[in-house]
């Protein structure tokens, strides 16, 4: 029992925000929805365009780059746990502004909830390219 309690701990610690079953690579079960690439691809092109900079910067470091908590805290003098609350609401805000968008599109509520809940590795966006087009385009 300490042996695997010591081990989910090892590997919560190494992990960033990756649930168990994604890292695992083991997909859900169940019947396989094709997501709708261009009202996804529109929805989040609009919600990615009402970050600010430095949330784009949050996202893109901890997802895209990889960094920890601790050091997108470092670069910005402040404690992973505040970066780790932006994070979460940054996310969710997110979340929200894309379902928002996919119903505005004519997606129905539940489908459009479907929408975010296929599998990450199905969808073809590239989420770098637009993070970095909003950044180029707001440098510019």
């Known amino acids: 029992m300490v042996l695997a309690q010591d081990y989910v701990n090892r590997f919560r610690a190494e992990r960033r925000l990756v649930r168990f079953v994604e890292s695992a690579d083991i997909r859900p079960r169940g019947i396989y929805v094709a997501p709708d690439n261009a009202k996804l691809a529109e929805a989040t092109d609009i919600a990615l365009t009402t970050l600010s900079s430095e949330e784009r910067f949050l996202l893109s470091a901890h997802y895209l780059d990889g960094c920890?908590?601790?050091?997108i805290g470092r670069m910005l003098s402040l404690h992973e746990?505040?970066?780790?609350?932006r994070l979460e609401k940054i996310t969710a805000a997110l979340r929200k502004k894309i379902l928002r968008g996919l119903r505005d599109a004519g997606s129905g509520r539940r489908e459009a909830e479907e929408m975010l809940e296929v599998?990450?590795?199905?969808i073809t966006l590239n989420i770098r390219e637009r993070l970095?087009?909003?950044r180029q385009g707001e440098s510019i």
């Open 68 to 71: 920890t908590l601790a050091e």
């Open 119 to 122: 599998d990450v590795r199905d």
């Open 132 to 134: 970095t087009q909003e």
């Open 81 to 85: 746990s505040t970066i780790s609350r």
